[in-house]
């Protein structure tokens, strides 16, 4: 494939993003992608085999997305504009750095208003329970989110655009949905989501680390890779610990510790040492980290695909 077809929509989907985010009132493929999660999930989550049954509408759910996107991607490649305008909308799809950054800002401007409001303001970005959180556990949990975020959000579906095309970031949001729906360690969810789970640990096991070392990259704090290989590998998850890390090395500050989930306290390690207080101002330094890692990985993608296809045009 001719690079300049991955790469024009990569920017113009980056762009857009960059300019809009997610607009609320416009339709977005991940709500469908919810529902339908939604209705297998009533259906198949009943009586015994539940680990199959999950397994079997995570496999059905991730390989449709993934034939269906390839598909029309084949289908409108003889029509460059329409293929260009197709690819481009399903890349600014698949970004969520606009909207991840805004409402991290938006939190710190309700806790500005009092505690409640930062309180439930929060609730829409984390799973923990949020009531009886003080202003420093909101801002660190603004700040763990932003970070693991970056990766789930941003970094891994551009890693499987530049791999697979607009089929791969639609069939990563697929796997990411399916496990930010079914993927809990609970009664109802453990043995139906455990694989949708497994996927989503396996599907951003690198994008996760990609993401850590660029934070690192784009501040200067590349002495710090010990320090996130150190901390990164002791949060529960395979991944979401090596961005928080990271953000930890970059901020001097501590991530971590216990919290509450659906009723239940989760005794998570503690990420770094420094338990100092967060400040107002350090939203900006986050939003900054997540707009220069994203810009910076975007012109990765460019110049790997330039550089292997002048690499094919002279062998």
């Known amino acids: 494939m001719e690079y300049t077809l991955i790469l024009i929509p990569l920017v113009i989907g980056y762009l857009l993003d960059l300019l809009f985010g997610d607009p609320r009132w416009l339709p977005h493929p991940i709500r469908l992608f919810g529902n339908t999660i939604s209705r297998g999930e009533k259906i198949l989550n009943i009586g015994t085999l539940r680990f199959c049954k999950g397994m079997f509408l995570t496999i059905l759910l991730v390989s449709s997305v993934l034939f269906s996107f390839y598909t029309l991607q084949q289908l409108t490649l003889p029509y460059p504009m329409i293929y260009y305008i197709f690819t481009s909308l399903f890349v600014f799809y698949a970004l969520a750095n606009k909207s991840l950054i805004d409402e991290g800002k938006a939190v710190f401007e309700a806790l500005a208003k009092g505690l409640e409001h930062g309180r439930k303001r929060v609730s829409w970005i984390v799973g923990r329970e949020t ?128 919290n509450y989930y659906h009723g239940q306290l989760v005794d998570k390690p503690y990420i770094g040492t420094n338990n100092r207080t967060l400040q107002d101002y350090e939203i900006k330094t986050v939003a900054g980290i997540n707009q220069k890692v994203t810009f910076v990985f975007v012109l990765l993608i460019g110049t790997v695909y330039v550089l292997l296809s002048q690499s094919f045009l002279y062998t």
Not at 146 to 159: C, K, Q, R, W, Y
Not at 218 to 225: D, E, Q, S
């Open 131 to 258: 009531d009886q959180l003080n202003e420093q556990q909101i801002k660190t949990a603004v700040f763990e989110t932003m970070s693991e975020n970056l990766s789930d959000g941003v970094i891994a579906p551009l890693f499987y655009y530049a791999l697979l095309g607009v089929s791969g970031a639609m069939g990563y949001k697929m796997i990411n949905t399916l496990d930010s729906m079914i993927g809990y360690k609970n009664e109802r969810y453990l043995n139906f989501g455990k694989f949708a789970a497994k996927l989503d640990d396996v599907a951003n096991y690198i994008p996760s680390r990609i993401t850590a070392l660029l934070m690192l990259v784009v501040t200067g704090k590349l002495h710090k890779i010990p320090f996130v290989l150190h901390y990164g590998k002791q949060h529960s998850s395979p991944n979401a610990g090596y961005p928080e890390a990271a953000l930890a090395a970059i901020l001097d500050c501590k991530f971590g510790g216990p």
